[in-house]
C-alpha cells in the first residue's frame, strides 16, 4: 500500500477536462516537489510534469500540474482518445528516506 | 540525444543468479544519478534504488535492500542491476532511467525495460 494515494481510475469524453489528485503527508508532497508520469499502453514510463507543475519540452500544454499542502493534481483539458494511459505521481519521502510513487490513474476516454 | 539502452528480455529458474544492464548515452554518464524501477504485471511502479556513477553512492529503497544489487561502470557508462539468487516473485519489468538530483529529482527519459520472467 503507497504512502500516497490517487484513485485507481478516472474518465472523460473527448474534450472534457479531468483531475486526477495524488494525496500524501507533510513528510513527501508536503516538503518535497512532486512528478507525474504518464505510461501509455505496452509502453515504458515518460515524465509529464517535474517540480509540482514544469512541463518538459514535447508535452502538450493541455496537461499541468498543481501541488497545494499535502495533495497534488494532474489536469488535463482538451481530452484526447490517445490520452487513455496509467498516471503515477512519485516524490521524495524524508521519513522514508526513499522515492514513492502513488499507485497509479488508469484512465479510460470514453 | 539521451538515450537509455537496456538488455533484452531473460528467462531463469529459481536460485539462478542475474544482471541486466543499462547503456546511457548523450550526456556525461557521471553527472546523474541512475535509478532502477520495478513493475510487476499488471500492477504499478515502485522505486528500487539510486545510484551515482561518479563514486557509486547507492540509495536502495528498504524493500529492495539485501535482496539486489545496483553497480555502475564509468568506462562503458553502463548501470545494472543483479541478483544472487531470483526468485519467482522477481517476475517484472525492470526499467532504468535517468534521475536529475537527490531528493527533488525526476526521471527522464527512461529505458525500454527488460522482462524477466522467473519459473521452474
Known amino acids: 500500500q503507497s504512502v500516497l494515494t490517487q484513485a485507481p481510475s478516472a474518465s472523460g469524453t473527448p474534450g472534457q477536462r479531468v483531475t486526477i489528485s495524488c494525496s500524501g503527508s507533510?513528510?513527501?508532497?508536503?516538503?518535497?516537489?512532486v512528478n507525474w508520469y504518464q505510461q501509455l499502453p505496452g509502453t515504458a514510463p515518460r515524465v509529464l510534469i517535474y517540480?509540482?507543475?514544469q512541463r518538459p519540452s514535447g508535452v502538450p500544454d493541455r496537461f499541468s500540474g498543481s501541488k497545494s499542502g499535502t495533495s497534488a493534481s494532474l489536469a488535463i483539458s482538451g481530452l484526447r482518445s490517445e490520452d487513455e494511459a496509467d498516471y503515477y505521481c512519485?516524490?521524495?519521502?524524508?521519513?522514508?528516506?526513499?522515492?514513492?510513487f502513488g499507485a497509479g490513474t488508469k484512465l479510460t476516454v470514453l | 540525444e539521451v538515450q537509455l539502452v537496456q538488455s533484452r528480455a531473460e528467462v531463469k529458474k529459481p536460485g539462478e543468479s542475474l544482471k541486466i544492464s543499462c547503456k546511457a548515452s548523450?550526456?556525461?554518464?557521471?553527472?546523474?544519478?541512475i535509478a532502477w524501477v520495478r513493475q510487476k504485471p499488471g500492477k504499478g511502479l515502485e522505486w528500487m534504488g539510486t545510484?551515482?556513477?561518479?563514486?557509486?553512492?547507492?540509495r536502495y529503497s528498504p524493500s529492495f535492500q539485501g535482496h539486489v544489487t545496483i553497480s555502475a561502470d564509468k568506462s562503458f557508462t553502463t548501470a545494472y542491476l543483479q541478483w544472487s539468487s531470483l526468485k519467482s516473485s522477481d517476475t517484472a519489468m525492470y526499467y532504468c532511467?535517468?534521475?536529475?538530483?537527490?531528493?527533488?529529482?525526476?526521471?527522464?527519459?527512461w529505458g525500454q525495460g527488460t522482462l524477466v520472467t522467473v519459473s521452474s
Open positions: 532511467a535517468r534521475f536529475s538530483s537527490l531528493p527533488n529529482g525526476w526521471f527522464d527519459p
Open positions: 548523450g550526456y556525461s554518464f557521471i553527472s546523474y544519478w
Open positions: 545510484i551515482h556513477p561518479s563514486d557509486s553512492d547507492t
Open positions: 507533510s513528510s513527501n508532497i508536503g516538503s518535497n516537489t
Open positions: 517540480n509540482n507543475h
Open positions: 512519485a516524490v521524495w519521502d524524508d521519513g522514508l528516506n526513499g522515492l514513492v
